[in-house]
C-alpha cells in the first residue's frame, strides 16, 4: 500500500513558526518531485511550495516566498516545509503530495499520491 502521512501541524500565534513533516510508506521518493498543498476553510486547495527530484530545484507561492522552505531526504523517505513568521492568512489543511518524475510542478492534476493532511492554525 502507497501513502504519504503529514505530520507536525498545530495552533499558533502570528510570528511563530512550525515545520510540518510528510512521510512516505510503501515506496520510495526517489522518483517523484513532492509538493505542498493547503486549503483554507471555505476555500479550494491551493498549491504552495514544490521540490524537484533531488532538491536542485524549488518553488513558491509568491505569498510564502521568504518565510516557507521545503525541503526532502530522499533515503529518510520523508519531505519537509519549514514555516516561519506564519500569519492568519496560513491557516488551513496542509497536504503533502508526490508527483512522478522531475520538476517542480504546481498543477494537483500532476500529483500522484496525497496524505491526508495536517491542520494548521494560526491565531492569537
Known amino acids: 500500500q502507497l501513502y504519504l502521512v503529514e505530520s507536525g501541524g498545530g495552533k499558533v500565534k502570528p510570528g511563530e513558526s512550525l515545520e510540518l513533516s510528510c512521510s512516505a510508506s510503501?515506496?520510495?521518493?526517489?522518483?517523484?518531485?513532492l509538493g505542498w498543498f493547503r486549503q483554507a476553510p471555505g476555500k479550494e486547495r491551493e498549491w504552495v511550495a514544490s521540490i524537484s527530484l533531488n532538491a536542485e530545484r524549488t518553488d513558491y507561492l509568491d505569498s510564502v516566498k521568504g518565510r516557507f522552505t521545503v525541503s526532502r531526504d530522499n533515503p529518510k523517505k520523508r519531505a519537509y516545509l519549514q514555516m516561519l513568521n506564519l500569519i492568519p492568512e496560513d491557516t488551513g489543511d496542509y497536504f503533502c503530495?508526490?508527483?512522478w518524475g522531475d520538476g517542480t510542478p504546481r498543477d494537483a492534476d500532476e500529483f500522484d499520491y496525497w496524505g491526508q493532511g495536517t491542520q494548521v492554525t494560526v491565531s492569537s
Open positions: 510503501g515506496f520510495t521518493l526517489n522518483n517523484y518531485a
Open positions: 503530495a508526490a508527483s
